[in-house]
């Protein structure tokens, strides 16, 4: 698949577009050293992926102490979140 067609994968689909979107705000938020609102966005990622960050925290060896850490921690979480879901769309349409 081209990287065109995978824009468009991401794109037409809610799960990825979301995931993409809640990536890029934590991210706008990080450089903007908008703690607060941070803080409440990572929470709402939390409650939008309960499953998936609780395993993802229980097998994170080290716990985020700051705002910071917490918000890069997110991020991976995010990101890991992101490729196993790309990757699941992809074998469901034989890529």
């Known amino acids: 698949m081209t990287p065109e067609q995978i824009e468009k994968l991401i794109n037409a ?6 995931i993409r979107d809640e990536y ?3 991210e706008q938020l990080l ?3 908008k703690w607060d609102e941070l ?5 709402s990622v939390k409650i939008n992926h309960p499953w998936e ?3 993802h925290n ?3 060896p080290n716990m985020p102490h700051t705002v ?3 918000a890069r921690n997110c991020m991976a979480f995010l990101n890991n979140l992101f490729t196993e879901k790309l990757a699941v769309k992809l074998k469901e349409l034989g890529e």
């Open 13 to 18: 689909t809610k799960e990825l577009h979301d």
């Open 24 to 26: 890029q705000k934590t």
């Open 31 to 33: 450089q903007e050293q």
């Open 39 to 43: 803080s409440r966005h990572i929470q």
């Open 53 to 55: 960050a609780a395993c």
């Open 58 to 60: 229980a097998i994170n």
């Open 68 to 70: 910071e850490e917490n």
